[in-house]
């Protein structure tokens, strides 16, 4: 699960979560750009609806590209891990420009994906360029460390979140949707504070974390993203707590950023938004990482 | 967190983890064989004492690695987060050809270690050809996915176990130790399934699996390694599962291997053991990989 190698011609591609209820019918700006980055009009996206148990959702995604100008958009319907050998998902993958993970729930997402050749497939093309977005469950399954569920709470508290392997496409970061409006902080700073090495990321609903090949990311999108950056750590009482106990943790890092800002997770840093600043680079464009 | 990128012309050391409780005082066979490939007479051991509370624990070391003939031992006396800034502490792992993890809370070494510049030299040392040993606690913290805490049950659940990000120096497997005398298989299983990728190791006490660099362990001690590979799961009850309830889970494999057995965790194949296999690859040998 760990990120496939970086060909070191190519830039990877962005990875996009989403914090789920994004606006579909109006400015749509979230879906929009992901279009944009997946190539526009000449655009093949490919999405993956198996977090979701609705037999509706891949044809309501489907719709939604297409509207969006995507020359090509296909759902693969994988509903079992047996579905996951097909060799005409895999070959759909290998054209796509661009693949978008539906929400529902995520451990449906690792438990059907999860060590198969389908999530390999996704993890490689989005290391060769290929942007991956996902919303909700699709958004919490995109990193290697992946909070299955939690209670609802603004404070940390031992066994308040609990933890899964993800998807892989980066180990930078730790992922929470639907973040304000079900008040998941306790879980984010539980989950970072459990290794000081995680960045957390809460996503508020209508709003995407676009990161870029460079390891920094933009907010799109009518909520905030905030970011929980655990390595100043000074104390920490979560080795000590037991179940349920409320924890110590000094020396925290927040930032709560809105659209346009920016955020360096290989630098730790959080930037306003910059009105002269070009949107975020463009995927095929060979950049320079640290 | 992502494993250390390996040098081409090295390879990786080896990643002992043990389950706990090894013999400290007769044959000592795990500690010896991890002194032995850490140079023997010219070992250089550092040991991190950091999940143990207790201040006896690095001294204790000190000594049996000692009395096993290693040239140099010392510990690294690491208590809170800022202790891991000492650059003399850094200096020691750079000269040496041999760490070792103390048992304890594997917590307390996550939220002490994370995210600081000692995590990071253990991964490299590693890839550069340092064997890196691990009791209890100390086996524990070694995969990228670790399991924090659970149940003591033989059957899966959901909610039975609790997974935290670890120090990273492999990411194929996930680690269990105190195995059969804590009655933990139910924990490993549930692990195991909630991303079908991870391997499941299960050790006993007095046992350990020595991991070399090709991929391949070998069992050494008087208990077992038990394997769960999840990848062949054909069904899964887990994402649809309530908070405790007992889990389907068809097609899982198990391999319950003792002394001399080897595993492949490439091909995901056991094998009994081998009169006439050499004991394992020596460190310093280059290993072709898959």
Known sequence: MCPARLNQDLARGFIIPIGGGEDRVKEQHIHRRFVELSGGGDADIVVIPTASELETTGRDYNRIFRDLGAAEVDFLPISRRADCDNPRYLDMLDRATGIFLTGGNQLRLSTILGGTGIAQKIRRRNAAGVAVAGTSAGASIMSEHMIAGGDSNSSPAEGRVSLAPG???????????????????????????????????G?????????????????????TVTVVDASGLTHSSMWEASRGEALTLLGLKIDVMGEGCRYDLVGRHAYPPDEHAAFCTLPNEKVTTN
């Open 167 to 201: 998807i892989g496409l980066t180990n930078a970061v730790i992922i929470d949707q639907h973040f304000t409006e079900r008040n998941r902080l306790g879980r984010l700073l539980t989950a970072s504070s459990y290794n000081p090495f995680l960045i957390g990321l």
């Open 203 to 223: 996503i508020d609903e209508d709003t995407a974390a676009f990161i870029g090949p460079d390891g920094v990311f933009e907010v799109v999108g009518s909520g």
